[in-house]
């Protein structure tokens, strides 16, 4: 790499890193505000708090990154013309540095946004889920108070008798109507958390478990020696069990068995994230790359009309999204709204010639 190429490359790395630091930060902001959450009604410490505001920075910095690559290249290349580096680099050797750098700087964007949308974020959400998990379970472990009837969650009553001095609770009671087919009561004489293949239970002995139809009103029920309940089951909680994989497991079930059309859905957005970054890199770059003399200097900032595009772009590509959730056959639709930069790039390209062989000094007589 020649060191003109590495100068602006990192003058771009170094644009698009500062306006990253800043989005993330903000969104980190947002997110942990709304963590607040746990700290003042699910009793979680601050510690929780901001390990799942820390999570979910990746998923912050994959939803704008197509943005800081845009405002990285119009930036740096403005302040070339700024600086009046970039005369000399045109009138030498043309566009060529400028074309390898940025060529350099896509390919790692590119790298780094299917990084983050195929295995990063995926796993990151995971972790989130699996917490929320965690502290639900943990919300419905400590909610109910001996000899109080407690409602955990709509539809969902506990209630202990008491605890003897080893923690086990003598009197188990649930009442539970959140099946709208039926209820179920279970009673049961002793209750114990345990860990059951890292799953968080509730394990009891000798009880009964007795179900009312509510469209023939005919009760039915059983005796049992031991019985075990899912923690997560009671909270209502299984998020975990609801993040699409990473995308190595989506092809490794591709494979196997073939996947869903909401995976392959997912799959196929998690690729629209560098598309986005393609597009939206090429169209900020070929609207400064042309040097400018600034004489006849626009009171609209290039920065401005970057980021302008890039929302409207980003919204109409949302909304789409939301249309092929429904459908999700429609897969291929979601590539459309990244391609729309192309619309406005393309002219520009051919209007301003700018992919032509400038000659340099020493060529002309």
Known sequence: MELLTRYILKKYLIAAAGIAFLLCFLGWLVQLLRAVDLVTNKGQGFGAMVYQSFLSLPDILNIVLFLCVALGVSRTVRGLQLSK????????????????????????????????????????????AVQSDEISADLVANSSRPGRFTQVSSGLTMMIRERAPDGTG??????????????????AEESQLAQVEGTLTVRLSRGAIQYYTYETGKMTGLEFETYSLALADLAGSNAADSVTPN????????????????DRLNFHLRNT?????????????????RPNTMRGKSRIS?????????VVVKVIGTGLEQFIYRTPD?????????????????????????????PKLGDVA
Do not use: C, N
């Open 85 to 128: 580096e970039i005369f000399p680099i045109y009138a030498g050797v043309g566009l060529r540095p400028l074309i390898r750098s940025w060529v350099w700087f896509m390919g790692l964007s590119i790298i780094v946004s299917l990084s983050l949308a195929h295995f990063v974020v995926p796993t990151a959400k995971y972790y989130i």
């Open 170 to 187: 003598l009197g188990f009671f649930i009442y539970d109507t959140r099946d709208p087919l039926r209820s179920q009561t279970i009673v």
């Open 247 to 262: 995308s190595l497991l989506l092809l490794t079930q591709m494979a196997a068995d073939g996947l869903s059309g909401r």
């Open 273 to 289: 994230t560098a598309l986005y970054v393609l597009t939206m890199g090429l169209l900020a770059f070929f609207m400064v790359s």
């Open 302 to 310: 290039v920065d401005f009309v970057v980021l302008a595009i890039a």
């Open 330 to 358: 429609l897969w291929f639709v979601a590539y459309l709204p990244p391609l729309l930069p192309l619309l406005i790039a393309i002219p520009m390209i051919m209007r301003q010639g700018l992919l032509s062989r400038t």
